[in-house]
């Protein structure tokens, strides 16, 4: 290289500064191809430079020293930057690039020009002619966002090498030119809103354009007069006008979101609003939102606010001032909201303290608008100036301090109790304490840790000392089995006094449970209310003892409620012990002590009444409830309706009803005689010891027998649930129409039925009557061709997946068209031998009545169809082969014989039986010689004319009775026309082209050909499993599709972390200790499907290249593995189903009929609106948080799934990645660390990013890692609904389409006034197979997830969420806390809480098995354990949570118990067995 310093000279490179000597170490910096990956390894200090790489790879072919100037300024720019490469990485980033440079410099030539110089000049120019000029109005935005992208770093570059004075006035309006429209162009999401020229299919929809239209509203809003700061230290502030754009734009100059948010949240209010506002909508005229649409999606997002404000007694701030404009109002504070939520962070973990922040935040907006506040600072307006807020105002001033306060748990290694998890953080805003924060928040606030207090030496950084460490708020989880009994206290007390009750009974002396009506018997059993009255002493002194670490949190009359509680419970300890001698005294005081018990019965059978004393904020009754439950803002209304009440009332009802009598008759009784007997006898002589001398009647013995007898009492109520869920769970799945189809035989016994039952289920219809029982025969086909749709992607799904071969795909295939036959055309493997039958039936047949004959036929519809469609399929395809008008008439003339004989009842008369198999046996000769491939076009010919002749001569002169009249009609035409010609010897060979009269041709031969073995078709076991459930599923209870237009638009959510994404070659291929590879395991699990792929890939007409067979079988390992790339392709079958569906709904009836073909064929701007459509309603975000330190690391495996996910970029355009960004910046002198949340989709090459949103510090370090995951990608989601996928998930294109009808149930109101906020999915374990021990789990969880789940919804009414595939309400959940609870180690198990704070919230959770969802589980015995250690550690912890504790509590005794028996119970019983 030429020496850096002077100036420079044309010709040469371009200057570089002195950097210090750097050693030229080896770096892995390439790809195993040796192409450069520069741009994707830049150390995070240098990410600047990224783009310039990027550039220059991408011109590299085009220009070669062009990329390298591109190059070198990178290098230049970097060593700027970073001249000591002190960051992390630089110093060997550097060295490569510097080598890299030194190779070009001397490789690469200039091309346009004689000098670097005019080489950059030139290039810029073309390219700015070629691509930019006129560009926007004929390319895609994101294509004019890539090239404006790469105008932007070329001219970068040529400033840099050419000198200001030298150039051109040209080359600067050109950069002016490009500089502007890149505003215009930035990767987008979704919804390009910046684009110019060409508009985007989404754009141009009025539901888009009426929700942009209302967002831009900003006349009548007051513009914030803001300052910008100067240079000069005593110039006055300049007062300006900030320009804003839409509604966000307005609230971020008030109070200074990032742009990222705000871009982010933009998208999101835009889809949020359209998608609500189409629903059931006519568009024509459709230019505005509907005033209800706002309200709706205002009463969702603020219903926990308001319910938050009416606790705390406060006024709500998002109110609207008179006269103002309410829809604009409302958006105003909708946008906010989104905006808080979007930028908060680890508090979206805390939704009450993002209601008191967007309180004060409203509160500033209304002032605002009342103009009599400062929009930055929100205090009032006496004339002074406040500066322009900037973009990360918001995020330093108000997250992060909340932020820093929960990162004060980092480690979480202490004792719960000594430590805030996110729980105590948020309770703090339950009580109007938290007012005292005011606003601006005051940092010197009692919810702040002072953190300016000298720690002592033997305290660790990052601990609090004792004495200012804050306390804990409401609960304390203090690690205790007495934790068990402080939640159940009233399950324990009431099988104590049971149990006291029957031994107190079966002592008697002839163990009657009628002596219970003796008068001491009874009065005997009456002191099982002492035995309660010291239980509740009990349960007063844990509740004291268990919360006192939150004693200085609690108000006072939470205080004063425990020790009155534990003073009555003493007081009543000491009585009734005392006057339990008295007689009628002691029943009296049992009467008043039984007062409360009496209440809450009387409140049980009336929950509507209970749930409004609840709710009221009556002094009275507040003070009544008080005694009972203190009052907190969860909890507080979960009463089911009557009609659910009584059923999971008498489910219990019945269960104790056999569970007391057992444990008496075959428990109790028999012990008491022999504890009689062992009581009385004395023994003196002992053989070793007596371990208590001094105690009487063998009490020790006695205990001895006794005590495994009382563990058994308390555990068999286990038992006993096991019992009554599968009986009831039996018979709720019978009643919902489930197994009714489990085998092939029952599905071809039951096919004729499924096109209806899916169009009555899956094809949305505004019309009633059109889903009438009975219906027309053009409705009948138009209904079949639907099906055939859906019907035929879904074999062709499975063949691509390998489940199936290509024989059993066109056996299964259904025609799409039934406008050729008078008879519906059925899948091929109902008709198998059908052909045969009936011309055996007719062979044998000896009567001369045809009725009897075609009664037996018709007896069997499938065979009916099958010799309709035969005898029809055959006329056509014969009819369109011949040429000449006589050897038509011929054919014409045949069958008009053959109708008229069947009209007229002579058909056995007239035609001969005994020729059919002959003539069947030469029809499939005939099929098999047209389908045929031939070289010589003559000799074809007359192979298929002899074997016309001949098919002829078997019905004319076999078959026929009067067949020679024919022949003669037609020798007397040939003789009248003076022809020497034969009979069918011309033909039109150039119909063999057509493409549907060659599909005629296939069908006729499978009809003729397809034997009895068909019946068994698909022989894949999962490819039966899945076609049984799918038909199975459509005779379910469902609610009925609507359109996609219509429907509610949802996202699904991956967290992933570093699992496998795609097994490589070499790890398909390793051998393990017994010399056994994954790929051989695999083919032996998968035998047939490992067929399969040899069958396609092998396919000449795929035409494979060995490296296309290696990625062929790479993916083929992967999905029947637990991958990522499995996962992704399942989720992508929504978008696939969607998009049939929008087809369905459009096309007429030539394009219904035509096939799926047409769809693929259909016009660009078609399916430009379909897929723009489906986009509105489906998104995909995958959470890989790591993927940025992947993309850098210099672990093959780490880069292997970094390659792999931007594979699935690339390949899925739809999917979205959401990954933490950690970069290292300069700032003041010292390199500091900063977090992102990043949002990336697929290029053409690599990954494009879309947001980046600044976080207040790394969000995975306080809490679980799972739930942080999640946390951070939620904003990046979409849509009404959430689905929420694991990375060993899978799903089916069948199961996809009933999408839309399951999120429908979100639409009903079935559970009293509430409607379900999480819909449980039925989920198949799909590592079944894998290994015996695979199977019993497989069994076992398919157990859990059915029928388990099926009880615990109905009647039971305590199903949670289990990391399954459930569907949250996602409005619903980011306003309550988001989809699951993240505080270190005490939420562990993080998915239950989901559930357990959705119903304290009042949400409803609901399951439904119309629908499944591919799971897999672990496999091997020690991951298998490790699985059962963390769920069973996870349920220990639950124990001491608050949630369980509140639900034990809050739920009525008999719901109580089984939350108890499906939770914590049930690991408490297994471990006493």
């Not at 295939?813 to 198998?832: E, G, K, R």
């Not at 491939?933 to 002169?957: A, G, H, R, T």
């Not at 795929?1102 to 637990?1122: I, L, P």
């Not at 009647?1355 to 959940?1373: A, E, K, M, N, T």
Request: hydrophobic letters at 40%; aromatic letters at 12%; a neutral charge.
């Amino acid at each position: 290289m030429a020496s850096s310093s002077g100036t420079q000279k044309d010709g040469g490179p371009p200057p570089r500064t002195q950097s210090k000597k750097t050693s030229r170490a080896q770096t892995n910096v390439r790809n195993e191809d040796g192409s450069a990956i520069d741009s994707e390894l830049v150390p995070s200090s240098l990410a600047f430079i990224s783009p310039i790489l990027r550039v220059a790879n991408e011109i590299e072919q085009d220009n070669p020293r062009v990329a390298y100037l591109c190059r070198f300024h990178a290098f230049d720019k970097a060593h700027r930057m970073d001249p000591t490469s002190s960051g992390r990485g630089v110093r060997q980033f550097k060295t490569y690039l510097l080598h890299k440079l030194e190779k070009e410099e001397a490789e690469t030539k200039c091309q346009l020009a004689r000098n670097n110089r005019n080489e950059i000049i030139a290039y810029y120019r073309n390219f700015y002619n070629e691509q930019i000029k006129g560009g926007q109005y004929a390319k895609k935005p994101e294509e004019m966002a890539k090239i404006l992208q790469t105008a932007v770093v070329l001219y970068d570059v040529l400033e840099t090498v050419v000198h200001p004075e030298k150039v051109d006035d040209q080359i600067h309006r050109y950069a002016q030119d490009v500089q502007s429209k890149r505003e215009q162009y930035e990767h987008y999401n979704i919804l390009p809103l910046n684009a110019v020229g060409a508009k985007a299919a989404i754009m141009e929809f009025p539901e888009i354009k009426a929700a942009l239209h209302a967002l831009r509203d900003v006349q009548n809003l007051p513009m914030p007069s803001v300052c910008s700061a100067t240079n000069a230290p005593h110039d006055l502030p300049e007062e300006r006008n900030k320009s804003v754009f839409d509604i966000l734009d307005w609230l971020s100059s008030v109070f200074g979101f990032q742009k990222g948010n705000i871009a982010n949240q933009r998208e999101h209010l835009i889809l949020l609003l359209a998608n609500m506002d189409v629903r059931k909508r006519d568009l024509v005229d459709y230019t505005q939102l509907r005033s209800s649409t706002v309200q709706n999606l205002m009463d969702k997002i603020f219903k926990n606010y308001w319910s938050w404000c009416k606790y705390l007694c406060c006024e709500q701030n998002n109110r609207v001032p008179p006269g103002s404009d309410k829809q604009q109002l409302q958006l105003i504070y909708i946008g906010l909201y989104l905006l808080i939520w979007g930028e908060a962070s680890n508090i979206r973990f805390m939704p009450e303290c993002i209601c008191y922040i967007f309180h004060n935040m409203a509160d500033v907006v209304y002032g605002i608008l009342l103009s009599n506040v400062h929009p930055v600072t929100g205090d009032t307006n006496h004339g002074n100036q406040t500066i322009a807020p900037d973009e990360e105002t918001f995020l330093q001033t108000v997250i992060t301090p909340i932020y820093q306060e929960a990162k004060r748990n980092k480690g979480s290694r202490a004792s719960h109790s000594r430590w805030r998890n996110y729980d105590d953080l948020n309770e703090y805003f339950w009580s109007r304490k938290c007012f005292s924060l005011k606003w601006p928040m005051d940092l010197k606030a009692d919810f702040f840790v002072h953190s300016d207090v000298v720690l002592p030496s033997h305290e660790r950084p990052n601990q609090v000392p004792a004495e200012t460490r804050k306390p804990k708020t409401n609960f304390v989880e203090a690690r205790t089995f007495w934790h068990l009994y402080r939640s159940f206290d009233r399950m324990w007390i009431f099988f104590i006094m049971a149990f006291q009750a029957m031994v107190i009974v079966a002592w008697t002396s002839d163990g009657s449970p009628a002596a219970v009506f003796d008068e001491d018997v009874f009065r005997s059993v009456l002191t099982i209310f002492i035995t309660q009255a010291f239980l509740n002493l009990l349960q007063a002194a844990l509740d004291i003892v268990l919360s006192f670490n939150a004693w200085r949190s609690l108000k006072c009359t939470q205080i004063l409620r425990y020790l009155l509680k534990f003073a009555v419970a003493a007081v009543w300890a000491v009585i009734l012990p005392i006057w339990q001698s008295q007689g009628s005294l002691y029943n009296y005081a049992v009467a008043i002590y039984l007062v409360p018990n009496i209440l809450a019965a009387f409140l049980f059978f009336l929950p509507q009444l209970s749930r409004i004393m609840e709710q009221s904020n009556s002094l009275i009754v507040r003070l009544f409830m008080w005694w009972g439950q203190p009052k907190l803002y969860v909890g507080r209304d979960l009463h089911e309706g009557m009609f659910q009440l009584l059923k999971y009332t008498l489910f219990w009802i019945l269960l104790l009803i056999c569970k007391l009598p057992f444990s008496y008759y075959v428990e109790i009784l028999p012990l008491i005689r022999s504890s009689k007997l062992i009581m009385k006898l004395h023994v003196d002589n002992y053989e070793w010891h007596e371990f208590f001398p001094n105690v009487t009647h063998n009490i020790g013995v006695v205990i001895a027998i006794w005590a495994p007898i009382v563990l058994v009492y308390f555990m068999d109520t286990q038992i006993w649930y096991s019992i009554f869920s599968t009986l009831f769970g039996g018979i709720n799945g019978a009643l919902s129409h489930l197994g009714e189809i489990r085998t092939l035989g029952m599905l071809r016994s039951r096919f004729e039925s499924v096109s209806t039952a899916f169009c009555r289920c899956l094809v949305p219809s505004s019309d009633a009557d059109t889903k009438q029982r009975y219906m027309d025969e053009s409705t009948e086909r138009r209904n079949i061709a639907n099906f055939s749709h859906v019907w035929n992607k879904f074999i062709e799904s499975m063949r691509e997946e390998d489940l199936i071969s290509n024989e059993d795909r066109d056996l299964l295939l259904v025609p799409y068209s039934s406008n050729d036959v008078s008879v519906t055309q059925w899948p091929p493997f109902l008709l198998a031998s059908k052909i045969h039958i009936a011309l055996d039936m007719a062979k044998d047949f000896k009567e001369k009545e045809d009725t009897d004959l075609f009664r037996k036929i018709k007896n069997d519809g499938y065979m009916h169809s099958a010799v309709i469609e035969c005898y029809e399929m055959l006329r056509e395809i014969i009819y369109g082969l011949l040429e000449d008008e006589t050897d038509r008439n011929v054919v014409k003339q045949i069958c008009y014989n053959v109708d008229i004989s069947i009209q007229q009842h002579r058909f056995l008369n007239e035609f001969r039986m005994a020729g059919m198999p002959s003539l069947c046996e030469k029809l499939e000769k005939f099929v098999k010689l047209l389908l045929s491939k031939y070289e010589d076009v003559d000799v074809y010919k007359s192979q298929i004319i002899n074997f016309l002749q001949d098919i002829m001569k078997i019905i004319l002169q076999d078959i026929m009775v009067n067949g020679f009249e024919i022949l003669e009609r037609f020798h007397t035409q040939i003789q009248n026309n003076d022809k020497e010609e034969q009979i069918f010897d011309k033909l039109n060979i150039t119909i063999m082209e057509n493409k549907s009269w060659r599909e005629k041709v296939v069908r006729l031969h499978f009809l003729l050909t397809v034997k009895e073995s068909a019946v068994n078709v698909p022989t894949n076991l999962d490819a039966r499993r899945r076609i049984t459930f799918f038909a199975n599923s459509l005779f379910m209870k469902m609610p009925s599709a609507p359109k996609v237009r219509d429907m509610i638009s949802f996202s699904v959510l991956t967290p992933y972390y570093r699992e496998d994404v795609l097994y490589s070659v070499d790890e398909l291929n390793n051998e393990n200790e017994d010399g056994i590879s994954t790929l051989f395991y695999l083919q032996k699990i998968y035998p047939d499907e490992w067929k399969n792929l040899q069958k396609r890939i092998n396919d000449p007409k795929f035409n494979y290249s060995d490296a296309d067979k290696e990625e062929a079988t790479c993916h083929w390992a992967s999905y029947r593995g637990q991958t990522l790339s499995r996962t992704v392709r399942g989720m992508m079958y929504y978008k696939q189903a969607l998009e049939l569906q929008c087809f369905l709904e459009s096309a007429g009836d030539n394009a219904i009929f035509g096939g799926y073909r047409i769809m693929e064929s259909s016009q660009e701007d078609e399916r430009a609106s379909v897929q723009a459509l489906v986009n509105m309603k489906f998104t995909y975000v995958a959470s890989c948080q790591i993927y940025g330190a992947q993309k850098k690391s210099d672990d093959w495996r780490d880069r292997s799934c970094y390659k792999n996910i931007l594979h699935l970029m690339i390949k899925y355009p739809s999917l979205r990645v959401a990954y933490l960004d950690e970069r290292e910046e300069i700032v003041n002198g010292k390199s500091q660390k900063f977090h992102y949340s990043v949002l990336l989709k697929g290029g053409d090459k690599y990954d494009e990013e879309i947001y980046r949103i600044k976080l207040p510090g790394p969000p995975t370090v306080i809490g679980e890692g799972r739930p942080e995951n999640q946390n951070h990608a939620i904003i990046f989601t979409r849509g009404e609904a959430l689905q929420t996928i694991d990375m060993n998930q899978d799903n089916y294109f069948e199961e996809a389409f009933k999408m839309r009808n399951v999120l429908e149930e979100f639409l009903k109101s079935t559970s009293g006034q509430r409607e379900p906020t999480i819909l449980g999915l039925r989920e198949h374990i799909f590592t079944g197979s894998v290994s015996s021990l695979a199977w019993f789990i497989s069994n076992q969880e398919t157990s859990f997830v059915t029928i388990s789940q099926r009880i615990l919804v109905n009647p039971l009414r305590v199903r949670f969420y289990y990391g399954h595939p459930d569907i949250f309400d996602r409005i619903f959940h980011i306003t309550r806390g988001g989809i699951g609870k993240a505080s270190r180690v005490i939420n562990y198990g993080a998915d239950i809480y989901a559930g357990m704070n959705s119903t304290l919230r009042g949400g409803y959770i609901t399951h439904h098995e119309y629908i499944q969802v591919g799971k897999g589980r672990d496999m091997g015995m020690n991951q298998l354990s490790l699985f059962e250690a963390k769920v069973a550690g996870g349920n220990g912890e639950q124990t001491c949570s608050r949630d369980v504790y509140r639900l034990g509590h809050c739920f009525d005794f008999f719901r109580m118990l089984s939350f108890y028996f499906t939770t914590v119970g049930f690991y408490l019983s297994s471990m006493v067995c």
